[in-house]
């Protein structure tokens, strides 16, 4: 069975850190684009940022120059550095990927379950 498995969140207090992994299981021969969102009580799941096959990365405004996210392909993880945490950041952040390729077949838009990061003020 393909899945994606978080750790690393946590309780922080504002402007602390945190780093955020996911690690993808079984047989994979490729991984697609990478990417963590996140989800606030009462709000949608948003894009915090994503990793290309490239290297290249794309973040979301109200994370740019705080955020810094990785992938190790030979590792098969994705990770985020949180840093400069505010209040606002807390809810749950969900990995993402958007496409494997696998022992089983190709998977498509897998996720995690989800990893609380609740930031104090």
């Known amino acids: 069975q393909v899945q994606l498995v978080e750790s690393g969140g946590g309780l922080v207090q504002a402007g602390g850190s945190l780093r955020l992994s996911c690690a993808a299981s079984?047989?994979?021969?490729?991984?697609?684009?990478m990417g963590w969102y996140r989800q606030a009580p009462g709000k949608q799941r948003e894009l915090v940022a994503r990793?290309?096959?490239?290297?290249?990365?794309d973040y979301a405004d109200f994370v740019k120059g705080r955020f810094t996210i990785s992938r190790d392909d030979a590792k098969k993880t994705v990770d985020l550095q949180l840093n400069s945490l505010r209040p606002e950041d807390t809810a749950v952040y969900y990995c993402?990927?958007?496409?494997?390729?696998?022992?089983?077949?190709?998977?498509?838009?897998?996720w995690g379950q989800g990893t609380q990061v609740t930031v104090s003020s």
């Open positions: 993402n990927v958007d496409r494997l390729g696998t022992n089983i077949g190709p998977v498509y838009d897998l």
């Open positions: 079984a047989s994979i021969f490729t991984i697609g684009t």
């Open positions: 990793i290309f096959r490239d290297g290249n990365t």
